[in-house]
């Protein structure tokens, strides 16, 4: 587990291209025939990824975390953003296709992560947090989430949002998690650009083209800053830190959050005017 340590504002602003990318993207979490996590200390949220291929993957338990497994004090989230797949939790199957999302309660023992067909893998994108109750462990199929229609073509962001792990959806400790898929010929993933001060995010941008980028603004609203993501490449977003972004391609992306609170809508919205 690879860990990444909490910054501030200040410190930067005063980083380098590569500073910023290796602080706040996560470049590799998607490797065939592994599991790979990165700990960050905002919030304390965990990011990670699953390829099985002809063998079933196990969540492994971890040194950093000091449990005896790995949802011990932590719930986790899961959505397939590869080909169709299984997630074993304690012996219950869940089948999660493309698009699909898996809450995984605080307690839970054995999580296991399967392919249907190793020749084209799925690939599930997880993100936990730490727990202090026991929530059940539930499956949302694409679609089956609270739906919110948002933006306007002529502004280039209209999208379909789904909303999974939320107050009014499953229920969960502390992770409120879902899935954005922007319509053709929009580009722009939120707008306006806004904080949440009382809450980290966590981007993780996927069925992206290959000749395809996100430039993902980042940093103070008065003093942005900007990362070029790729295909299932994940952003660290600080709760002080603006996140909107536009791509050179139509997108989809897992947003998850963890911290203060799960009301959806507390946020601290920039017009695009005020920033620079």
Known sequence: MEQRYAT??????????????????????FVPGQVNAVYTHHDRVVLGGAVPTSDPLPLPTYDEIRSQYFCEHRELGVVNV?????????????????????????????????????????????????????????????????????????????RTLNQYIHADGVKSCQIVMGVTTLHPGSMWNTLPAHT?????????????????????LMGRPDETRHLVVADKEAVISPSWSVHSGVGTAAYSFVWAMAGENQTFDDMDGFPVTAMR
């Open 8 to 29: 501030s504002p200040e410190h930067v602003r005063t980083m380098t291209t590569d500073e910023l990318r290796e602080r706040f993207l996560v470049t590799d979490l």
């Open 196 to 216: 949440h001060d009382r809450r980290t995010e966590c981007y993780l941008y996927f069925d992206l083209p290959a000749d395809a980028r996100v430039v993902h």
């Open 82 to 158: 590869g080909a169709a797949g299984t997630v074993n939790v304690d012996g219950e199957k869940h089948e999660l296709a493309h698009g699909a999302c898996l809450y995984v309660g605080r307690g839970a023992r054995d999580v296991v992560f399967t392919s249907d067909d190793a020749a084209e893998p799925a690939a599930f994108y997880l993100f936990s947090a730490p727990a202090h109750a026991a929530y059940p462990t539930t499956l949302v199929r694409p679609g089956e989430g609270t739906v919110r229609e948002l933006g306007d073509q002529l502004t280039s962001n209209r």
